[in-house]
C-alpha cells in the first residue's frame, strides 16, 4: 500500500474558515427626502440607495420612486386619512425633490364611509390640462337607499289571505 501526503489537511483546513462578514449598508447611501413647498414640513424623511459602481448611477435608482405620506405627517394636522404620493423625478446633490404623485384615503376611513344599502362608485378619469399634461380624476361617489329598498321595510312579511278578506265583507262587498 502506498503511503501519500494529505495535500488537504497539509494546507490547513478549510472547515473552520468562515467568510468575511460585510455590513451591507457600508455599500449604500443615505438621501434626504424633500417634500413640495406647499407643505409645512419639506424634510419627509431618507432613503437609501447603493452607491455609484461602474456605470450604475446611484441617482438613476432613486427617479421614479413613489413615496406615501399622511397629510397628518406633512401639515402638523390630524386629518390623517388623507395619503399623499410623492415621486421623485430629480436628484440634487443628496436631496431628493419630490413631484406630486396622487392621493389617496386610507382604508378605514373608505370603509367608514360606506354603510348599510349603500355601495361605493369609484371612477377614474384621464383629463388632459392647456399644458399638455395628463392628470388622473377619481371621483368616489355613494349610493343612496332607493325606494324599492325603503318600500321593503314597510311592507307585509306574509301576503294576504284571501279568506281573511271574505270574513271581513259581507256578501254586498261592503265593510263590517
Known sequence: MAVGKNKRLMKGSKKGAKKKVVDPFSKKDWYDVKALAMFNIRNIGKTLVIRTQGTKMACDGLKSRVFEMSLADLQNDEAAFRKFKLITEDVQ????????????????????????????????????????????????????QSDTENLLGSAPTRPPNPEEDDRNHDARGIDK
Do not use: R
Open 93 to 144: 446633490g443628496k436631496n431628493c425633490p419630490t413631484n406630486f404623485h396622487g392621493m389617496d384615503l386610507t382604508h378605514d376611513k373608505l370603509c367608514s364611509m360606506v354603510k348599510i344599502w349603500q355601495t361605493m362608485i369609484e371612477a377614474h378619469i384621464n383629463v388632459m390640462v392647456i399644458c399638455f399634461v395628463c392628470s388622473v380624476l377619481v371621483l368616489l361617489k355613494k349610493t343612496d
